[in-house]
């Protein structure tokens, strides 16, 4: 059974760092397209970064490039996003989903099949 789970969310000060991480259970990460999506309380579901199985990157939301980044740890069969220099408005749930293929090029989550239950980031101003 694939299951994901996110890790490492929490309460920060604005300016600071966290570092979430997607880990995969029944399967091996390395192989599929990762993708982090978000959501703030009463706004959709928004798409930040994916990474496919090439580890190509594709940034859906402006606001976050320069600021994050996403990785692989496969020795942990994680996707690990980096979050840096954070902003109130980036409180939200964050949640990671696994597909195959290309990232997207838009940020649709339809290609992810399984989600992780979300972890919640809030950024203090």
């Known amino acids: 059974q694939v299951q994901l789970r996110e890790s490492g969310g929490g309460l920060v000060q604005a300016g600071g760092s966290l570092r979430l991480s997607c880990a995969g259970s029944g399967i091996t990460l390395d192989y599929y397209t990762i993708g982090w999506f978000r959501q703030a309380p009463g706004k959709e579901r928004e798409g930040v970064l994916c990474i496919d199985s090439s580890d190509h990157n594709t940034y859906y939301t402006d606001s976050v490039k320069g600021r994050f980044t996403i990785s692989r740890d496969n020795a942990k069969n994680t996707v690990d996003l980096q979050m840096s220099s954070l902003k109130p408005e980036d409180t939200a749930v964050y949640y990671c989903?696994?597909?195959?293929?290309?990232?997207?090029?838009?940020?649709?989550?339809?290609?992810?099949?399984?989600w992780g239950q979300g972890i919640q980031v809030t950024v203090a101003s």
């Open positions: 989903g696994v597909g195959v293929g290309p990232c997207p090029t838009g940020p649709s989550a339809e290609v992810f099949a399984s």
